[in-house]
């Protein structure tokens, strides 16, 4: 696949739980998000706010009508207009830290999942169908390949695990 520009990305940390190197792990996420699908985008923008459960939670009830906290929120620009920005993500550190806990990951690969997750959904990838949700986990597998982080869907076999699943 032909490399495409990297935008240029704005990364806020709001919260004091996210450690010095997150952003470094989004902006390297992300960059690599940016060479592995088709488009240009140089002259893009996009921010990616590290925030807290109660930021998430009032942006998801905001946009989203639901009223919970969780881990990563998109908000894409206006779909073919180069001159935009490409959107902006929106990540919680509760949630975040207590999914990578849960499922036996370290929290700078699940960062960087997540990172990589909104992402893609703000060039235009969805998970609301299965065919959708196949074509975008397997792109994110590749991705994160290429950053050395495991598969985020492999089924973890320990006992906590299964008896969780």
Request: charged letters at 25%; glycine letters at 4%.
């Amino acid at each position: 696949m032909t490399r495409s520009a990297a935008p240029q990305i704005d990364v806020i940390v709001e919260s004091d739980h996210w450690s010095p190197d997150s952003e470094t792990i989004v902006r390297r996420a992300l960059a690599q998000a940016a060479q592995s699908v088709k488009g240009d985008f140089a002259g893009r923008t996009l921010a990616v706010l590290l925030t807290d459960d109660a930021a998430v939670r009032r942006l998801n009830a905001t946009w989203r009508g639901l009223d919970k906290p969780t881990n990563v929120l998109s908000f894409p620009a206006p779909a073919n207009d180069p001159s935009q920005p490409l959107g902006d993500i929106a990540i919680a550190f509760e949630t975040t830290a207590r999914e990578a806990e849960a499922e036996h990951k370290s929290l700078a690969d699940h960062l960087s999942h997540l990172s990589v997750h909104g992402f893609l959904h703000l060039v235009g990838y969805d998970h609301d169908e299965e065919r959708q949700a196949q074509e975008m986990e397997a792109l994110e597998r590749r991705i994160l390949e290429g950053l050395g982080v495991p598969d985020p869907y492999a089924l973890d076999e320990s006992p906590s695990e299964a008896a969780r699943v």
